[in-house]
């Protein structure tokens, strides 16, 4: 489901229709299984990438698939044990109270923000997620925060937030 694509003659504000149209999409389907919460779309200098969180919740509604929420855990397991910089961060503490109960891996920045990284330079990822619930912008979670700080530090990239209305 997810790809990099080249980003030629493509504006920011096309890109946010379309990360609302998935998020829409989405939604459709919902009402037949347990699915993503938000959405996510990441730039770089020159290619782009859209992402969707991994949903680990009790389903709401019956499933199709008996064993989703367990497929859905393996996968945000996998995440954590193939991204370098999520794997670099599970060892910090989440602050009392936070609200970040989901799963390392979990977020719909894990893959854009892996698949467009630096290779043995840091590159600026401009990133924009929104809920399915609203298709409002939601902040940069504790978790993805940390994991933004790891790659500055690995050297790979610099994560600026994008806003919906900057
Ligand atoms: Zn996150």
């Given at each position: 489901m997810c790809y990099v694509q080249e980003k030629k003659n493509i504006t920011n504000e096309s890109l946010i229709e379309d990360l609302r149209n998935l998020a829409v999409k989405f939604k459709l389907m919902e009402a037949l299984c347990n699915l993503p919460t938000t959405t996510n779309f990441t730039i770089s200098k020159d290619r782009f990438m859209f992402g969707a969180s991994i949903c680990i919740g009790i389903p709401k509604h019956k499933l199709t698939r008996k064993n989703i929420q367990q497929n859905n855990a393996s996968a945000a397991s996998a995440r954590v044990d193939v991204i370098p910089s999520i794997k670099g961060s599970t060892h910090v503490e989440m602050p009392?109270?936070?609200?970040?109960?989901h799963p390392w891996g979990?977020?719909?920045e894990a893959t854009p923000w892996e698949a467009l990284r630096g290779e043995d330079c840091s590159v600026e990822l401009n990133s924009l997620t929104i809920t399915l619930k609203d298709l409002e912008e939601k902040e940069i979670c504790y978790k993805c925060n940390e994991v933004a700080k790891t790659m500055k530090s690995m050297g790979v990239a610099k994560v600026v937030p994008m806003h919906l209305f900057p």
């Open positions: 009392p109270g936070s609200i970040c109960g979990n977020c719909s």
